[in-house]
């Protein structure tokens, strides 16, 4: 199960950092997503990290903004988010990825990002 928090309001140009807690087994294989849905949007990937090599991608609105990375030993994701846009503005989601499908999702979290 993951757990998502750290959502709120944030300003432009500001910077908030989301976590993901995971519970249970955190095999090597799993690929750590971020993803977001704005009002009447689809859902879209923000980034993600491989469990086991740590390695990261981003989507191109938010590569140099946003910075991904997780902590083995806690088991937590986080979402580091700088520069804050207002069209940044969506709720995230963190999921488990095995093989490119999720298997666990979590419940969603606010960001809001307005003067």
């Known amino acids: 199960q993951l757990q998502a928090s750290g959502g709120g309001l944030g300003q432009p140009g500001g910077s908030l950092r989301l976590s993901c807690a995971a519970s249970g087994r955190m095999f090597g294989s799993y690929v750590m997503a971020w993803f977001r849905q704005a009002p009447g949007e689809e859902r879209e990937s923000v980034g993600s990290i491989r469990w086991n090599m740590g390695t990261t991608k981003y989507t191109d609105s938010v590569k140099g903004r946003f910075t991904i990375s997780r902590d083995n030993a806690k088991k937590m994701t986080y979402l580091q988010m700088n520069g804050l846009r207002p069209e940044d503005t969506a709720v995230y989601y963190c999921?488990?990825?095995?093989?490119?499908?999720?298997?666990?999702w979590g419940q969603g979290t606010l960001v809001t990002v307005s003067s």
């Open positions: 999921a488990a990825l095995l093989s490119g499908n999720p298997v666990s």
